[in-house]
């Protein structure tokens, strides 16, 4: 005859109660979560200017997506540090990370979604020129991945401690620069005018590039690192695409083809970004295997 008294019937006994009773209670001198994560200051954070329901929204989803985007940009630059070093398996982590933080910053342009032309015309005059266009998480993150144009730093002139580190990422190899560097030092033959170009501008496409890449692509076992991480590089790119096509969706669903608040054309901008290649010839091998 079972004890009632160890029953599960009995409230008093339960394993939820009995897990309650044992949690600490009392942060007087013990660090919260609250205080861990600062919470406040990250809710203080959300300043709307307007009475507009979905301005909160839209704050919310740009705080968010800055989080991601410093995540993003800490972890690019700890893979390029283990590259530089000649490291490839480490990287593979710090990338597949990379790749799961730009999947939550795709999916965040569904709830943004949410928001009609409405809706944002109510606040959208209140923040005058700001845009994402100025966002230095996302131009670092774009530097870091090789898609490089000086003048897109000129937003941040005014924040030396913005424009610092932007412009000297400018001037540093890219991951994908890094990764070619890997390929020489192995031996296969990349130009030395590819080694040694000017890294403020984007890399183009190279027949000798894409010839290593086969050598890579035809003998896996024997570069299965450099394989690998050929293809943590495309599917980082997969995503930043995925990124940028929901983010011209979602513009012009809310404001059509009207300009920018930061001043580009919008959409139009947005549109022609698509076509920019970050590893062309990680793509072009596939054709040419």
Known sequence: MSDSASSPANPAASPERDATERAHLDFTRRLSYGDYLRVDALLGAHQPLTGAHDEHLFITVHHVSELWLDLVVRELRAAMDLLSAGVTDTPLKMLSRVVRAQEQLTAAWSVLKTMTPADYLQFRGSFGEASGFQSAGYRMVEILLGNRNPTLLRPFTHRPDLYGPLDAALH??????????????????????????????????????????????????????????????????????????????????????????????????????????????????????
């Open 172 to 289: 540093a190899p890219s991951v994908y620069d890094l990764t070619l560097r890997l390929l020489a030092a192995r031996g296969l033959a990349i130009p030395a005018e590819v080694l040694e170009r000017d890294p403020t501008g984007p890399h183009g496409e190279h027949p000798e590039v894409l010839a290593a890449w086969l050598t890579v692509y035809r003998d896996t076992e024997r570069y299965w690192d450099l394989y690998e991480l050929a293809e943590k590089l495309l599917d980082v790119e997969d995503n930043f695409r995925a990124w940028r096509f929901n983010h011209l969706t979602t513009v012009e669903r809310t404001i059509g083809f009207k300009a920018g608040s930061g001043g580009t054309s919008g959409a139009g901008y947005l549109r022609r970004a698509l076509s920019v290649v970050l590893f062309p010839e990680l793509w072009q091998v596939r054709t040419s295997l």
